[in-house]
């Protein structure tokens, strides 16, 4: 077998897949986010305490009523979604005529109590979820997991199929022509405060179920979603906000790269995103895919 | 005198005697985060900036007084003055950076840097990692003339501290400089037009504002004797955000009141341990929803109808 500068491929291709991996997570989550700030004008802080209550509810489901994965893969994101929806109605609603800030502390806040009853609840410490296809392949060069390699590839395809139904589909247009001008969507005859409910519920339903995807591979713990998000956010800056297609590669891209640094010099990969953040902020202080206003 | 310098002097009084009534490390921690509230709501109050990470200047000068006063065993001034330097620059490299964006985009930018800076802490040897620095020595200020290791004397060195800080602030606020501030605040382009730079008025806020984040980290340590990895995490980032929030944002004197009202609530419900982010969280949430003015901006707004209506 090559080695590549002395690294041997095992580390190098076994890294890549785990920087692939992270990838999709920053991937789907900074969609969600790019979706739901692009039709509430909200940042959605509570988006990692959401998809560590998706990974809890496939958890809880499996241990308390015995439903296996796949289901969890429909029900946990339709479970979240509808508390989202709850959250959006009774409270979000109220501050959309306010600064983006209040969005942002009252998302942060609604956070802190949620992760806290987590952890009050179920401690911190994590508990672990068996892999719904366990086994893997050899590859010759690496060992490829089953599940690893498909959460990949559902990342893929759930980010695509957002892209699609945002971009091609009449209730996208909808979305988007919202986005725009809501008060003219408004007079159209669309009801737009509904479709922004939608919105929301869909951007939180799609942070759980990259959490019911985690739970094979993370501890299942109250406070993963936590630094999730916080290198998310850093995701969402290089990426910008304003194209979905950028906010995937955007995510794939930066997972690669760390998983790169955790190769070549391992003491930089927790902080390897937040220094692209400062060199894309000197570049293109709009991000990568995001327009100058 | 005026009813405002009346209460000046009552609360001056107050805070002079305070120590024998209240238990002084619990006064000092609250001054400690009083400044750093009121450092925290001079860039949001009066420049607008939302920083979402402004325990990375607390914590870390929490750190370089540490490392100062223990590791190189120099003198508690040449300490502050090393946490409030630090502090200032690592503002002016965050803040250059971090105002070539606007609105909710510089409070994730200064959450990111902050997460950055939490990561560094974890590693780098100077900070030891999990364990902290702990035990650091009061050494007596001005050469030996100003005992610190008696609580009830640190007390006032440390009231006057928080004076001093609290004076930069107001004198900020009050100067031309804070006027163009808030101009830049208030409709940016305008303030261009007129032909102020708004990117340094808001990069010098920002550096002032880190500097005197830095002095209350800097004086915490003196206090508690410690720096840990909480002095620089996205909670303590959080709280001071709280702080202000609770108080009033763009109030002199609501982030103290914010910072004593916390500080208390921590204190008290300190038994219920994991329960306490649960009721951070929903003191935010209601403070969002319904007082966004924040305790004092509430008052004052309800003081302002009496007269008006009397």
């Known amino acids: 077998m090559f080695d590549f500068l002395g690294i041997p491929p095992q580390a190098l291709f076994g890294q890549m897949l785990l920087g692939l991996i992270n990838g999709a997570f920053y991937a789907m989550l900074s969609l969600g986010l790019a979706v739901i700030f692009g039709m509430l004008n909200v940042i959605n802080f509570a988006h990692g305490a959401q998809y560590m209550m998706g990974a809890f509810a496939a958890w809880l489901l499996l241990g308390i009523l015995d439903i296996p ?97 945002i971009e091609r589909t009449k209730l996208g247009a909808y979305l988007r022509a919202a986005t725009e001008n809501p008060t003219l969507v408004n007079a159209f005859g669309i009801n737009v405060p509904r479709l922004i409910t939608i919105t929301y519920g869909a951007g939180v339903a799609l942070a759980a179920l990259a959490g019911v995807l985690a739970a094979p591979i993370q501890q299942v713990s109250a406070l993963m979603g936590t630094n999730l998000v916080l290198v998310v956010f850093a995701v969402v800056v290089i990426g910008g906000m304003g194209s979905i297609m950028g906010s995937i590669v955007t995510g794939f891209g930066l997972g690669l790269v760390e998983g790169m640094t955790k190769v070549f010099y391992p003491p930089a990969s927790n902080t390897v995103i937040f220094v692209v953040m400062a060199i894309v902020l000197l570049i293109k202080p709009a991000g990568l895919f995001g327009q100058t206003k | ?141 001005l050469g030996g003339l100003i005992p610190i290791t008696d609580d009830r004397h640190l007390y006032y060195v440390v009231l006057a501290i928080f004076l001093f800080g609290y004076f930069c602030i107001y004198r900020f606020i009050h100067s031309p400089f804070g006027q163009v501030l808030k101009a830049i605040r208030d409709n940016e382009p305008r303030a261009v037009s007129l032909g102020y730079e708004a990117d340094r008025y808001k990069l010098l806020a920002f550096v002032l504002s880190a500097a005197l984040s830095g002095l209350a980290g800097a004086t915490k340590a003196m206090v508690l004797q410690f720096a840990t990895l909480t002095d620089v995490s996205a909670s303590q980032s959080g709280e001071v955000v709280l702080m202000a929030l609770v ?21 008290y419900l300190a038994s219920f341990g994991e329960f306490v982010l ?28 009496r007269r008006k209506a009397g």
């Not at chain 1, 983006?100 to 410490?125: A, D, K, M, N, P």
């Not at chain 2, 209601?286 to 109808?305: N, P, T």
């Open chain 1, 69 to 165: 994965f796949w289901a969890s893969l429909v029900i946990a994101p339709i479970l979240v979604g509808l508390f989202g929806i709850v959250l959006e109605r009774l409270l979000l609603k109220r501050l959309y005529h306010l600064d983006h800030l209040y969005g942002f502390l009252l998302t942060f806040g609604l956070s802190l109590v949620i992760e806290g009853l987590f952890r009050w609840q179920w401690g911190s410490s994590g508990a672990p979820y068996p892999s719904p296809i366990p086994g893997g392949y050899n590859l010759g060069f690496m060992f490829l997991p089953t599940y690893r390699g498909f959460v990949v590839v559902a990342a893929l395809v759930i980010c695509l199929v957002t892209w699609y139904a």
């Open chain 2, 1 to 141: 005198m005026k009813p405002g310098q009346i209460a000046l002097v009552v609360a001056l009084a107050a805070a002079l005697v305070a120590p024998f009534v209240a238990y002084p490390v619990f006064l000092m921690t609250a001054l400690c985060f009083a400044l750093f509230a009121g450092a925290f709501n001079l860039l949001l109050g009066y420049a607008g900036l939302m920083s979402f990470g402004h325990a990375m200047f607390f914590g870390m000068a929490a750190y370089f007084f540490g490392h100062v006063v223990k590791a190189w065993g120099l003198p508690p001034e040449l300490g502050l003055l090393a946490g409030v330097l630090g502090a200032a620059a690592l503002g002016l490299v965050t803040g250059a950076l971090a105002i070539r964006r606007q609105g909710i985009y510089f409070a994730m930018i200064t959450l990111a840097f902050a997460q950055m800076v939490y990561f560094l802490c974890v590693q780098m040897p100077f900070t030891h990692g999990e364990d902290g620095l702990q035990g650091i020595d009061r050494r007596a200020l």
């Open chain 2, 247 to 267: 108080g009033g944002l763009g109030t002199i004197t609501g982030p103290i009141v914010g910072a004593f009202i916390i500080i208390t609530m921590q204190n």
């Open chain 2, 278 to 305: 649960v009721i951070q969280g929903a003191i935010f949430v209601v403070i969002v929803m319904a007082f966004r003015k924040g305790l004092v901006g509430e008052i004052a707004d309800w003081w302002k109808s």
